[in-house]
């Protein structure tokens, strides 16, 4: 179980976070100063760089959707590689909503900080540039694991473009102008069937 320590830390790391992507929002990532974030937050300047050496890693550390976790969903897979896909996305969106419950936060509080978060990602090149690293990091895994389910090279086309089209259309969901906290888990499915009929396509 989490101790007391443990759990302010978390807090306060989480509302520092929060502080940033309010600050980022309202006045740009590049006009907002690690000061004013931990005036925000109503913590020390050290407390910030200690929990977020760089300024990116407000946006960047932490991700619930990273590579490592993808990767070791999908190498305990028992069905496809989509489905596992789907599966890892659905888990991590509810994780998230009942992460809100436990913190006390609104419901839909952490959807909206990473709507936020992506729109602020999409504005600046260098973000760009580092999410995407990140996203094709997810690429591979992806490709590695369809590469492995159908006896082909993950170089080969089938596997990227098959990654390269489901993880495109993940990172679009909270720029969608139909995603809606309701909504995403329905998106993700309508992404999944889009990228299967591409792979079918490519296959027959």
């Not at 006390?104 to 690293?133: N, T, V």
């Not at 990227?160 to 998106?187: K, N, S």
């Given at each position: 179980?989490?101790?007391?320590r443990d759990?302010?830390?978390?807090?306060?790391?989480?509302?520092?976070?929060?502080?940033a992507?309010e600050l980022?929002?309202?006045?740009?990532?590049?006009?907002?100063?690690?000061?004013?974030?931990?005036?925000?937050?109503?913590?020390?300047?050290?407390?910030v760089?200690?929990?977020?050496?760089?300024?990116?890693?407000?946006?960047?550390?932490?991700?619930?959707?990273?590579?490592?976790?993808l990767?070791a969903?999908?190498?305990?897979r028992?069905?496809?590689t989509?489905?596992?896909?789907?599966?890892?996305?659905?888990?991590t969106?509810r994780?998230l909503?009942e992460?809100?419950?436990?913190?006390?936060?609104e419901?839909g509080?952490?959807?909206?900080l990473?709507?936020?978060?992506?729109?602020?990602?999409a504005?600046?090149?260098?973000?760009?540039?580092?999410?995407?690293?990140f996203?094709?990091?997810?690429?591979?895994?992806?490709?590695?694991?369809?590469?492995?389910?159908?006896?082909?090279?993950?170089?080969?086309?089938?596997p990227r473009l098959?990654?390269?089209?489901?993880?495109?259309?993940?990172?679009?969901?909270?720029?969608?102008?139909?995603?809606t906290?309701?909504d995403?888990?329905?998106?993700?499915?309508?992404?999944?069937?889009?990228t299967?009929?591409?792979?079918?396509?490519?296959?027959?």
């Amino acid at each position: 179980m989490e101790g007391r320590r443990d759990r302010k830390k978390r807090q306060t790391r989480e509302r520092i976070r929060a502080s940033a992507l309010e600050l980022f929002t309202a006045q740009g990532y590049r006009n907002t100063t690690i000061a004013a974030i931990a005036e925000h937050a109503d913590v020390a300047t050290r407390t910030v760089t200690l929990h977020f050496p760089a300024k990116a890693d407000l946006l960047f550390a932490d991700d619930p959707f990273a590579p490592e976790s993808l990767a070791a969903r999908l190498a305990d897979r028992t069905g496809d590689t989509l489905d596992v896909v789907g599966e890892w996305m659905h888990d991590t969106m509810r994780a998230l909503g009942e992460d809100d419950t436990d913190q006390g936060r609104e419901p839909g509080e952490m959807f909206a900080l990473h709507a936020k978060r992506a729109a602020l990602i999409a504005e600046d090149a260098d973000l760009g540039s580092r999410a995407g690293a990140f996203y094709t990091a997810l690429e591979r895994v992806v490709a590695d694991a369809l590469g492995d389910e159908l006896g082909m090279s993950p170089d080969a086309l089938v596997p990227r473009l098959t990654a390269y089209t489901l993880v495109g259309g993940l990172r679009e969901l909270y720029r969608a102008d139909e995603a809606t906290r309701e909504d995403l888990p329905a998106l993700v499915d309508r992404v999944l069937e889009f990228t299967r009929a591409g792979m079918a396509a490519l296959t027959t």
